[in-house]
């Protein structure tokens, strides 16, 4: 919603704000998103999804209409991009509408091996590179994925592992080591054979060069206005978003909303998740979000402009993102929907991690580590009016113990970790050292996983590493607003999973003192 618009919002009606919102021109966001998605693999994602959540007709947009003019990041249109376009690296050659796409929506299915795509091609040689084949005469090469993996993936066979060579004709990537294996094995690869299918299809429509209106987002809306987080559906409907009327889409858009709205979904006060049986809330879970909700939705004082309606006001709300990855690198207006979700609450997102500015050296070269900036941050103050970024390449046990985000406080302060991994044999011990510090700050921990198996494992890690010392604060299962998009893991094409499929929460014990009464 315009500024304008949020002036007279008090004295209009929902109706007649809702007609005047949709006769206001909105800036152009969509663009090709070829090269946001290529430089770091973001999550993994789910099966489509059937349900269609609007019946509003998308607009048709005119080939030559504005679409070539630079963007913000937030879409809003500036001066000083009238004259300067914004390039994206390979993704300049789609901006100009004009240009045909390379792929049509009707032949995006071909062979790694074979693409038009280079990146594609690119990605097919590591395959045959680095992955290994699954038959069972093979030599085991990795441990199972999952507590249901096939047999053959614990089986000892006599035969040296071998390199996947051969590229199944059915789904396009790259297997077995030979026809035969994949012949022999096919009652196998069966199971995951129309998923690699459709990620085939999807990794070519993303860079395809074609116009993607799932990705104009919409803008902030009244306050009045309820947001339904039953799912996707709902909530992309309730929030205004364009109509998304195909299950590509769909899975396209929920890729990248995936992150800001997992955190918005279980902060919020309208979140799915709740006390009442089978809502995966416990009652000191209750406690810790509540504490957030109070200040993420602060009542009304009645302050306004001038000098009588000045109010004390809560400080925003620190979100640590802990081993940032590619979430951090995320365009800026996907994570300013978590901000439009609470219109008068105010976050700070806090990326921490050795890796959170791979592949970002052009973009934001590191500042020097000075004493005003000890520890290099990359502050990005005007995201948003009610969002600041800060970015920090380092580990937050080191961060924690100098003090640094020192004091701590359970209404203001919030840890999400996506896929860390906190299980996995090759990072668990990245993890040994912070866990502990974070329980010791009594604030909620939410942390996500690809798969239920990836989930279990560091529950059950946790649970060794800190036995006695946490809450459940939300019970682990699947999250209502994963990935619809299912993703491939090029080291092992066996490994299919989903970006934060499953969810969870905990919190540092809190030890309450008691006073025994003496006779």
Known sequence: MEPPMRLVASHTCRTCMRLSAANLPHPPLTRSFSKVTSS?????????????????????????????????????????????????????????????????????????TNSPIPEIRRRAAFIRQHAYCPHPDHRPTRIPSSTDAPPNAASTGAQAPAHVDFECPDCGIPVYCSEMHWAED???????????????????????????PEFEYAQSQMEEAAVNMTNWDTFLYTRQFEAINDDRSMRQVTRLLTYPITIGSILHELSPYNIRKGGRLTPEGLKSLSALRY??????????????????????????????????????????????????GKFHLIFIGPESMTNRDDEFPLPPRTPSNPFGAIVEDRVWP????????????????????????????????????????????EWSETVPLL?????????????????????????????????????P???????????????????????????????????????????
Not at 442 to 456: F, L
Request: aromatic share 10%; proline share 8%; hydrophobic share 30%.
């Open 439 to 475: 329980l010791e700050t009594k604030a909620p921990i939410i942390v996500t996983g690809y798969t239920q198996y990836d989930m279990d494992r560091d529950i059950e890690w946790v649970n060794k590493t800190c036995s006695g010392e946490f809450d459940m604060l939300m019970e």
């Open 186 to 212: 096919f009652e196998s690869h069966l199971q995951i054979c129309d998923t690699l299918r459709q990620i085939n299809e999807d990794d070519h429509d993303l860079r395809s060069g074609r116009f993607f």
């Open 40 to 112: 770091q693999p973001l999550r993994k994602a789910t099966a489509p999804s059937p349900v269609i959540h609007s019946n509003r007709r998308t607009p048709l947009t005119p080939p030559n209409s504005s679409l070539s003019r630079p963007i913000s990041l937030l879409g809003q249109q500036s001066k000083a991009a009238e004259r300067d376009v914004v390039t994206l690296g390979s993704a300049a050659s789609y901006e100009n509408q004009s240009r045909p796409p390379v792929l049509q929506p009707d032949d995006l299915f071909h062979s790694f």
């Open 386 to 429: 009610t969002m600041k970024i800060s970015t920090i390449v380092d580990y937050y046990h080191t961060l924690h113990k100098t003090g640094h985000f020192y004091p701590y406080d359970p209404y203001f302060d919030c840890f999400v970790m996506f896929h860390p991994g906190l299980g996995h044999p090759a990072s668990s011990h």
């Open 295 to 344: 200040t993420l939705h602060p009542p009304r004082t009645g302050g306004g402009e001038g000098i009588k309606g000045l109010r004390p006001e809560a400080p925003p709300v620190r979100i640590f993102i802990l081993g940032a990855r590619a979430e951090s690198s995320l365009p800026r207006n996907v994570w300013v929907q978590l901000a439009h979700l609470f219109p008068r």
């Open 477 to 519: 299962g699947e999250n209502t607003f994963r990935s619809q998009r299912w993703d491939l893991n090029d080291l092992d094409p066996q490994d299919i999973s989903c970006g934060n499929w499953g969810v969870w929460a905990f919190r540092g014990k809190r030890y309450e003192a008691t006073r025994k009464d003496t006779e």
